[in-house]
């Protein structure tokens, strides 16, 4: 399919409408929008339609998800939409269509409505919309998935799939790495950081633990005062983290 | 690492507002381009400073330009001993604030580092460098980028119905962040059609859209505070610069001509062909 955004005034009525519209997010849809050609705009982007599909119908566990059961429908999302460029996943007209249109199932299902109508509106205003950068990383159904995906899609040490699972096994990793835009950016470090998870991920996860993660990140904070880490050849950067991860864990111990 | 002047180094650096030395210099200029989009950040990096130009020259430092970009997790470091850096990046890649971050830094553990213009309260010691550590810093230099900055001027303009238009005349108004181009329905849906084909296209952009850029310049010209904040406004400016064209000095015709990049040729190609 090729994919497809909503205009703008139709993302800012459907924000502002949500309390007449509670009874399409829990049981109805909003098909209605896709059948006015006035309400969206066709990108010559295609979509894998059938993957995003399927996304409707995989189970999702009682309760919360964890981060590792967030592996799958990243890699879904992301393989589904291949062609989108971070530019246009900065967009929020594209999440809120995917929201409100063939994803809409998944996003009920993974973030259910509340009952309460008060609580519900504040819900949807969250996870079905993508307004600031905040919501667009973390909080809305799909674009959170995206850009997990994106982000471990750029290591070229490890294949997605597995920087996924070593991103994503607790939600300590991701939060600590994505609150600090500077080593989510910068490529060498966020590898270098993902090697050496992986090696402890195969062995005994103890570097997952949330006090070392935190120690090791402020350090790298502390030496990125500093020094400009990227410049370094990568055996030593390799020695600064390897180093961190074993004095945070010897002061844990 | 952002330019902060608080912040405080173990050992000197050459920054703007600091006295760690006397009179030394670092400035950076920074050119930020567009090109079959691709932005294009050249960066000339100049200092005063005899010892950090020797530390480049001996290969123990280096210049570095650091380009980065919040929204897109993009982050680039070109690591140079040329002061001329340039970077390519695909505009696929960049949204909102690129921060630039020029430095020079040290590649190599430079064990007696003594500048030649240090402030006088460093005394006489020197100092040991460790590779990575930043010798110099400009301020940090922030352009914000919209793809739609890179979209040919003819596309701001909205069609929109004015009922009480007569049939083929039109109005403009630039009161908004698109330009809205009023016709009667009738005149709307002529031209709607005429869209669809290459042949009145071109007649369109020779004739409706040519005098509408025309006026939009005019306004730009004769009144700019009165339409400066309007998005329509930053999109002409911007491919005004893009295009090294200059409001102020060049005529009109000639300025509307370059915008939408020699139209007549589009008549010549299509519609006189024959």
């Known amino acids: 399919m090729k994919l497809r955004i909503y205009k703008g005034r139709v993302v800012e009525s459907l924000r502002s409408d949500i309390a007449e519209h509670l009874e399409l997010y829990r049981s109805g849809d909003f098909a209605y929008l896709d059948q006015d050609s006035s309400c969206y705009m066709e990108l010559g982007i295609e979509a894998d339609e059938e993957v995003l599909k399927n996304l409707n119908s995989l189970a999702i566990p009682e309760g919360r998800p964890s981060s590792a059961e967030e592996v799958a429908p990243s890699l879904m999302v992301f393989g589904a939409l291949t062609n989108v460029t971070p530019y246009l996943a900065r967009d929020e007209r594209l999440w809120t269509y995917l929201t409100h249109s063939v994803l ?30 905040r919501q667009i990383e973390r909080d809305n159904a799909v674009s959170r998935l995206w850009w997990m995906a994106y982000i471990c899609s750029r290591s070229q040490s490890l294949p997605i799939e597995r920087a996924l699972d070593v991103f994503l096994l607790q939600s300590d ?12 950016q910068s490529l060498r470090i966020f590898e270098s950081l993902l090697r050496h998870l992986d090696r402890s991920y195969e062995k005994d ?10 120690g090791v990140m402020e350090e790298l904070n ?18 600064i983290i390897s180093e961190a991860f074993k004095t945070c864990e010897k002061q844990v111990a | 690492m952002k330019f902060d002047l608080q912040k405080s180094f173990p050992y000197p650096v050459l920054r703007p507002y600091s006295d760690d030395y006397q009179d030394s210099e670092f400035q950076v200029d920074v050119a930020v381009g567009t090109q079959d989009g691709e932005i294009r950040v050249r960066t000339t990096h100049v200092t005063s400073s005899e010892s950090i130009l020797q530390l480049i020259e001996e290969k123990a430092a280096k210049y570095v330009t650091v380009i980065s970009c919040r929204d897109t997790y993009l982050r680039i470091a070109e690591v140079s001993s040329s002061a001329v850096a340039e970077v390519s990046i695909s505009a696929k890649k960049l949204r909102g604030e690129v921060a630039i971050d020029c430095f020079v830094v040290a590649v190599t553990d430079i064990p007696g580092y003594r500048p030649e213009d240090l402030n006088s309260e460093y005394g006489d010691g020197s100092f040991k460098i460790e590779a990575g550590s930043v010798l110099a810093q400009e301020e940090t230099h922030v352009f914000y980028f919209d793809r739609e900055l890179l979209k040919p001027v003819s596309s701001v303009f909205d069609i929109v119905v004015q009922e009480q238009m007569e049939p083929g005349r039109w109005s403009i108004d630039f009161n908004a962040d698109r330009v809205r181009i009023g016709m009667s ?13 290459k042949e009145h296209r071109a007649v369109l952009i020779n004739s409706l859209y040519f005098s509408a850029v025309m006026s939009c310049l005019e306004a730009m010209k ?20 893009d295009a090294g064209l200059d409001l102020e000095a060049q005529e009109t015709y000639f300025l509307a001509q370059e915008l939408l ?12 062909k024959d």
């Open chain 1, 205 to 214: 996860q103890k570097w997952f633990e949330r006090r070392i993660l935190r």
């Open chain 1, 104 to 133: 809409l199932a998944y996003s009920r299902k993974r973030w259910p409505i509340p009952d309460d109508n008060e609580e519900a509106i504040k819900h949807i205003r969250t996870h079905f919309f993508a307004r600031s950068a």
């Open chain 2, 185 to 197: 329905r009738e005149t709307k849906a002529t031209v709607d059609l005429a869209r669809s084909s």
């Open chain 1, 173 to 184: 990793v991701r939060a600590s790495i994505i609150e600090r835009p500077t080593t989510a």
């Open chain 1, 222 to 239: 502390r030496l990125g005062g500093v020094k400009l880490m990227e410049v370094m050849p990568d055996e030593e950067l390799d020695a």
């Open chain 2, 222 to 241: 004769s009144s700019p505070d009165d339409v400066r904040s309007y998005r329509w406004f930053e999109v002409f400016d911007h491919q005004i610069q």
């Open chain 2, 261 to 272: 990049r020699k139209p007549m040729l589009l008549l010549m190609n299509y519609v006189f």
